[in-house]
């Protein structure tokens, strides 16, 4: 097709040129050959002017760019232009322009009819000095199928195709394009609906801020059905997409679960720990500060005599029990409840939520009934019951390990109470604490200090009036509080395992003592009773440190007994009677003390190597005057003599009572009546006047 008034021919291709017709007949023939090719190519010819419109264009234009040659001409080239590649095609026209018939690559996208971009190549010839021509021709090749399949292999490639992760590629909207084969894989295994149904549910999210970051990104985890997976985001500029690599962390998950809840759990019964209790605590109070909820309470539970079962029945059976104890909490209390146990037999009970204080005390009382019940292990039905403490937050403003204390607090005052399973704690027990603390403070400096003292109590013949044994009593000279009485510090001594030092000294001064008396009065028949705790009964070396107590001081072991009491025996049912047969053999005598106002059984009298017991003074001072307390002491006293056991009468503040336990048999008696505490002095007067009752 003629471009200028001037003919311009293109002879078809052949081996032998064809026979010459006439002028007229070939240049017809020639054109037409030439518009045939022209129109059936698949390549675009175009011929733009010096000003960059357009001068000619060939029709394949419409087959490839849905124009009429016709509307084109004389339009800008650059309306066609995609305004990314503007600038670059400019300089190339531009460039064209300064090197005459010589060829530029160019590539270059141009907008389709219905708006799409497509991509042409081709190549750029500036023949604006041919007289013919007068223009710069560009002859180019729609390439964007070749394009899109060369992108694709690209991507593929950039995909590993043998990795058993799932892979996925993403377009920057983080629609998923392709996947590799692990990818594929899990879809068909686990029946999901398409590739983006492996991906996160904030994957749109984890898409933008990878491309705002231009960095990668790691998805902590997202779970799709039973299995596990992290993700990690890696744009990818160069495609215009973003690829998402997966790695299943299923049994990573299981394992670290798992450790976080044992980290967080009591192994034995799978409740909550302290931890995860103090942190519930903490969160409950920031709800109840900000007025979320209403009042919140904690409950310190302490399980009563739960060593009497682990030390008698094993530690299997005591297992078993505190799991007992720890289903009746959970079904005692509410579902949104939080039950922990803290070790040994103390567990915790956190009460969110309350409407009101008054729900706490019904709540405990539930547990505390609960747990009363008995329980059947195998053989064995066991009776056990719990001391509750209970601290309530109505302002969130209390601190959570204040808040514990405060019900551990009312927890001791509840076990240390006759009648109450619980108690509400309130500012007097935090005055009381305070004020044991500085008493626990004082008592460990005052053994250092020389502050202890011992003084004696008479224990008189009923038979024949004369004084054969004295007890030991400990006194604490406070050098600001003066003298406090044993009833307010040896339960904190006991409780600290104080009394342990302060029971060798007790020991050791009363043997000195009582060996300097002896060597003083020769005629003189005294015994010396000291007390035992039950911490002290339970102290492994107590045999060995009696036995240097008495090598020290040159004391005979006839002239000691010790005393114990009923609860010490309970405290300690498996080593109480071995470490009792221990101190037997050396020659120690060994009393019950207190007898009437514990837990001991008839067979443990039995069996027990005893050679006596005390009848408690709340008996002793009720007599003559309670006819049923009187028959008691009389069948107490019968009970001793037929085991074998000498009876010592406590408290006799009377000529009434003493006659009266005389008439019962008693041999021995100690009281008021027969004489007060007195310090070492005042007893070396006694033995001196060898005075008689």
């Known amino acids: 097709m003629p471009v200028t008034d001037r003919p311009y021919s293109i002879l078809p291709p052949s081996d032998d040129p064809p026979a010459l017709p006439g002028p007229e007949a070939a240049r017809g023939e020639s054109e037409a050959y030439f518009r045939s090719l022209v129109e059936n190519a698949r390549d675009v010819i175009h011929v733009i002017n010096a000003d960059r419109t357009t001068r ?35 300089e ?16 270059v996208r141009v907008r389709h009819r219905d708006g799409s971009w497509r991509i042409f190549e081709g190549v750029g010839r500036n023949l604006l000095l041919d007289p013919v021509v007068r ?51 899990l879809i068909l295994d686990m029946r999901l609906d398409g590739p983006a149904a492996l991906l996160p549910r904030d994957h749109e999210s984890l898409i933008r801020r990878c491309l705002q970051q231009s960095a990668g990104i790691r998805h902590r985890e997202a779970t799709v059905g039973p299995r596990v997976f992290t993700w990690t985001y890696h744009p990818q500029p160069s495609l215009n997409a973003v690829h998402v690599f997966g790695e299943e962390v299923t049994e990573q998950k299981r394992v670290e679960d798992r450790l976080i809840h044992q980290a967080l ?41 739960f060593k009497v079962v682990n030390d008698s029945l094993g530690h299997h059976v005591g297992d078993e029990l505190l799991n007992v104890v720890a289903d009746r909490i959970r079904a005692a209390v509410r579902l949104t409840d939080t039950v922990a146990r803290f070790g040994g037999d103390e567990f915790a009970v956190l009460l969110d939520g309350l409407e009101a204080a008054g729900e706490a005390t019904l709540i405990a009382g539930r547990v505390a009934s609960s747990l009363a019940e008995p329980v059947t292990l195998g053989d064995y039905e066991l009776f056990t019951a719990a001391s509750i403490g209970i601290a309530l937050a109505e302002s969130g403003g209390e601190r959570p390990e204040d808040l514990l204390r405060n019900a551990d607090m009312a927890m001791y005052r509840a076990k240390s109470s006759a009648t109450l399973s619980c108690e509400v704690f309130d500012a007097e027990m935090h005055a009381r604490a305070v004020e044991r603390l500085s008493l626990e403070t004082d008592l460990r400096r005052a053994l250092s200090r020389d502050e202890f003292s011992l003084v004696y109590q008479p224990i008189v013949s009923l038979r024949t009036g004369a004084m054969v044994g ?28 104080i009394i342990l030092p302060l029971g060798v000294w007790v020991l050791n001064a009363a043997c000195a003592q009582l060996a300097e008396w002896r060597r003083e009065f020769r005629d003189a028949r005294i015994a010396l009773s000291v007390n035992l705790s039950a911490k002290q009964l339970g102290q492994r070396d107590l045999v060995d440190v009696i036995r ?18 009923e609860s010490a025996i309970i405290d300690n049912p498996g080593s109480a009677g071995a470490m009792l047969r221990q101190l037997k053999e050396i020659g120690i005598q060994v009393q019950m003390d207190d007898f009437g106002t514990g837990y001991s059984s008839l067979s443990s009298l039995h069996t027990l190597p005893l050679d006596g017991l005390k009848i408690d003074r709340s008996f002793v001072s009720r ?71």
Not at 273 to 281: A, P
Not at 292 to 301: H, K, P, R
Not at 664 to 682: F, H, K, T, V
């Open 265 to 305: 759990h009591d192994p034995l019964t799978g409740l909550p720990n302290r931890h995860l209790f103090m942190e519930r605590l903490t969160t409950a109070l920031l709800r109840v500060r900000r007025r979320e909820s209403g009042v919140c309470a904690v409950l310190f539970l302490d399980l009563d005599r």
């Open 470 to 497: 004295l007890e030991a009593l400990l006194r604490w000279d406070h050098p600001l509080r003066g003298r406090i009485s044993p009833a307010d510090f040896v339960g904190v001594a006991e409780e600290t395992g």
């Open 92 to 107: 190339e026209l531009v460039r064209a322009r300064a090197v005459p018939s010589t060829g530029l690559p160019l590539e």
């Open 623 to 693: 007599v003559p005057g309670e006819p049923a307390t009187t028959q008691m002491v009389a069948t107490i006293a019968t009970l001793a003599h037929g085991l074998g056991l000498a009876v010592i009468a406590e408290g006799v503040e009377t000529v009434e009572q003493m006659e009266l336990v005389r008439s019962l048999n008693c041999e021995y008696a100690q009281g008021y009546m027969i004489s007060r505490p007195l310090d070492p002095e005042g007893i070396r007067a006694l033995l001196a006047e060898q005075r008689r009752w």
């Open 56 to 90: 000619y264009i060939t029709p394949s234009v419409k087959r490839l760019l849905g124009y009429e040659p016709e509307e084109l001409i004389g339009a800008n080239v650059m309306d066609l232009v995609h305004p990314e590649d503007a600038a670059r095609i400019l």
């Open 135 to 185: 223009g710069v021709v560009v002859n180019s090749r729609d390439v964007t199928e070749r394009r899109r399949r060369d992108d694709q292999i690209r991507r593929l490639a950039a995909i590993p195709e043998q990795s058993p992760n799932p892979l996925l590629e993403c377009d920057l909207a983080g629609a998923p394009q392709y996947v590799n084969p692990a990818a594929e894989r």
């Open 548 to 565: 240097a107590a008495l090598r020290d001081t040159g004391l005979d072991p006839r002239h000691l007994k010790l005393e114990i009491t």
